[in-house]
């Protein structure tokens, strides 16, 4: 089996990535992680991809006056990866049509909600405040509509009447922990590879 090659995307601590590196530590995971990349130089992630010795690279954002400027360069460097499949992890940055066509199909995202419930940000605070008694977190293709791209895979996990946006965000987490790494390995075994 040819695995297939992935870049991952953050723009934090990367705690998702991480989860897709550890995975792919297995041989007979279908995808293994190739590059990440950020656009925030300070992203404690970067660190723990260099640990893996996983080549990073940084696009910081700030240095281009327009998004379709960013995308256009984070679009060159990932076609330089060769890469069948991109993740975004963390990374808080909507995407151009540039960047939507050249990786139609081929850019997944992870999102604390269940889809398409709380969609953007706050979601657990959302939750919260719904009253809703059912969370969890959502790995979606990456469309033009804000995480409203077809879902791939749900974790459920039930919201404690203690619950505050603090303690059900780590408890989704845990869960997005083990979503993501079987999510990509779905999508990696469906898509051809590129080269």
Sequence with gaps: MKRKRVGVL????GSNMAALVEA??????????????SN??????????????ISTHVIDHKN???????????????????LDLIACAG?????????????AGKMINIHPSLLPLYKGTHT???????????????VHFVTAELDGGPVIA?????????DTPETLSARVLVE????????????????????
């Design 10 to 13: 953050i723009s934090g601590r």
């Design 24 to 37: 792919a530590r297995d041989p007979a995971y279908p995808a293994e992680i190739v590059c990440v990349d």
């Design 40 to 53: 925030k130089p300070d992203a404690a992630g970067l660190k723990f991809a260099q640990g893996r010795n």
């Design 64 to 82: 281009y006056k327009t998004r379709e400027a960013f995308d256009a360069a984070l679009n060159d460097y990932l076609q330089s990866q060769k």
């Design 91 to 103: 990374f808080m940055r909507v995407v151009t049509s540039l960047l939507l066509e050249s990786w």
């Design 124 to 138: 657990h605070e959302r939750a919260l405040a719904d009253g809703a008694r059912i969370h969890g977190c959502s």
């Design 154 to 162: 749900q974790a459920e996990i039930p919201v404690l009447p203690d």
């Design 176 to 195: 997005e922990h083990k979503l993501y790494p079987k999510a990509l390995a779905m999508v990696a075994r469906q898509t051809p590879s590129t080269l």
